[in-house]
């Protein structure tokens, strides 16, 4: 005798399988007057038919309410219809930015984005990526990666490769870099031009690459005018707000003296000026400060911030673009941007 958990059980089976069975790939067929498999094509965008049985076809599926089985397209695509995008902080506001964009472009494909954080470190990013690959993505994009070229050479020889932030000699990786170095000289510059000479730097995470390449630009600018560097001006950072607030108070306690600020990126910029807040100094009063990325929110702080422009929407879009062409065969140009400088309130010649 059957026990009753059982009988519940079967029930269960059957009205899941009756709901799942509802309309099939031979439901619609039959309502457009086509064959079954004239329909998968139709609806895999493989079909060669008449524009009549096309719109037959679409219209069963409106009326119908046919869902097609993503699993079963993708198999008679060959692809998962999957794109991994790794970034090395999801809750960051500059990479949320660039993963809305990513996200945008790839589904306007029909590409589903699959989001990872490498949290700035080696191990986190290659565990990111080798979990991406069990899932069969389709390609990787990475943003800002901190992996070895190395290693992204051998990556890119097992799956199609978009990497945003840096520059990557080989042709089977599509590299979308900014010039961080130029950006940092049109930050200091600027500074040096309202009559600051004792300008401070507040860095990104040591080795990661575009951190480093900001710092370049920095020691530059200073050369460029013939201004000593002082290693005691120099403050390391993590990118984020309490990294450029700590940062910021270990110059302060050091009793360096300074006039200005260079930030390496917008997040350690409004740290530090908090920090600066925290301690009685104005800005621009006292100290005048710019960033680096122009976050939406750097319009908005007080005072609003000078900071390097570079668009996060373009970088999300360029490397969708970038990725569903590779994976389509079609030329997948390399872009690159050069910086302006938006100028604020957080600034003013030295007096």
């Not at 750097?298 to 609003?304: F, G, V």
């Amino acid at each position: 005798m059957q026990s009753k958990l059982t009988k519940s059980k079967d029930k269960a089976r059957t009205a899941f399988a009756g709901s799942e069975s509802a309309v099939t790939l031979e439901s619609v067929a039959k309502a457009a007057g086509v064959s079954p498999s004239t329909v998968s094509r139709i609806l895999n965008g493989t079909a060669k038919v008449s524009e009549d049985k096309v719109r037959a076809v679409n219209a069963a599926v409106a009326k119908l309410g046919f869902l097609p089985n993503p699993v079963a397209r993708s198999l008679a695509r060959g692809r998962s219809m999957s794109i991994g995008v790794v970034s090395q902080a999801i809750d960051s506001p500059f990479y949320g930015e660039a993963l809305a964009s990513i996200e945008k472009g790839l589904l306007r494909a029909s590409y589903t984005p699959m989001f990872a954080s490498g949290h700035w470190r080696e191990e986190d990013e290659r565990r990111c990526i080798d979990h991406l690959l069990s899932r069969r993505v389709d390609g990787i994009i990475l943003i800002t990666s901190c992996l070895p070229d190395t290693w992204l050479l051998s990556l890119a020889k097992r799956v199609p490769l978009v990497l945003t932030g840096r520059k990557v000699a080989s042709p089977r990786v599509i590299c979308l870099d900014f010039d961080h170095v130029p950006g940092a000289r049109l930050a200091v510059d600027y500074l040096i031009g309202q009559g600051h000479k004792r300008i401070a730097f507040l860095g990104g995470p040591t080795g990661h690459p575009d951190a480093v390449q900001r710092y370049e630009g920095y020691r530059a600018a200073l050369e460029s005018h013939r201004l000593t560097f002082s290693s005691r001006l120099v403050a390391v950072g993590d990118y984020t707000y309490s990294g450029g607030f700590q940062a910021m108070q270990q110059l302060l306690t050091s009793k360096v003296d300074f006039s200005a600020v260079f930030a390496a990126n917008d997040e350690s910029a409004q740290g530090a000026l908090l920090a600066l807040h925290r301690q009685g100094l104005r800005v621009p009063q006292d100290i005048s400060l710019v960033g680096f990325d122009d976050l939406p929110s750097s319009a908005y702080t007080i005072p609003p911030l000078t900071t390097v422009h570079r668009s996060t929407d373009q970088i999300g879009e360029a490397a969708a673009d970038a990725m569903i062409n590779l994976i389509e065969g079609r030329p997948a140009t390399p872009k690159h941007s050069s910086p302006t400088l938006a100028i604020r309130e957080s600034t003013r010649p030295w007096r």
